[in-house]
């Protein structure tokens, strides 16, 4: 069993920001799995289903970015989930636009939905796949609860599906190997 958490914050003003890439992979996810991501248990949207014959749960927390570790305490406890089955996805803003970097485990990089959920849950040691929105120009909060310049929607797309194929890829053939297909490539891969 692995659950999928992609973190975001909840509410239509922060639909399509950079803060919320990870929503938008589980979005990718639950259109390729056909899981539908409705049901509202452990303070999150979660889907249920199935990926080649192993159990997947989906989770967007619904707690807003900075206390996303209650949602995701909640979840692994619940299913008494080893930390490697545990996958989140999100934003970075010390990664070009559009670029994924997958690590089995590690800090928080000042990320305060992973410095959240390191906390709770306290551990660093679980899979993640980290979705580059570029460093900001200005302010730091603007520029994560900022959309994206219309230049980057075509690598945006193309790396949310990409970061979603790289959660599968864990899933089915472990980390170290998502590590090896994806790190340092260009976001083009299929």
Not at 35 to 58: H, N, T
């Amino acid at each position: 069993m692995y659950i999928v958490v992609g973190l975001g914050n909840p509410g239509k003003e922060y639909e399509k920001t950079r803060h919320n890439v990870g929503f938008e992979v589980i979005d990718s996810l639950s259109k390729k799995l056909d899981i539908a991501v409705k049901k509202i248990k452990f303070k999150s949207l979660i889907g249920e289903g199935l990926y080649k014959g192993e159990k997947i749960v989906l989770q967007k927390p619904q707690t807003f970015m900075n206390s996303s570790g209650e949602a995701v305490y909640d979840i692994v406890d619940f299913y008494k989930l080893p930390l490697s089955n545990l996958i989140v996805v999100y934003d970075d803003k010390d990664l070009d636009v559009g670029k994924i970097r997958v690590r089995k485990k590690g800090s928080a990089g000042g990320h305060n939905g992973m410095k959240s959920i390191i906390y709770i849950l306290n551990s660093e040691d679980f899979p993640r796949v980290r979705l580059g929105i570029g460093k900001p120009k200005g302010d730091m909060i603007e520029h994560v609860l900022g959309r994206f310049e219309e230049r980057d929607m075509d690598i945006v797309t193309k790396s949310i599906d990409n970061a979603a194929n790289v959660v599968l890829d864990i899933i089915e053939n472990g980390v170290e190997h998502a590590m090896n297909l994806y790190n340092g490539n260009s976001i083009c891969l299929s």
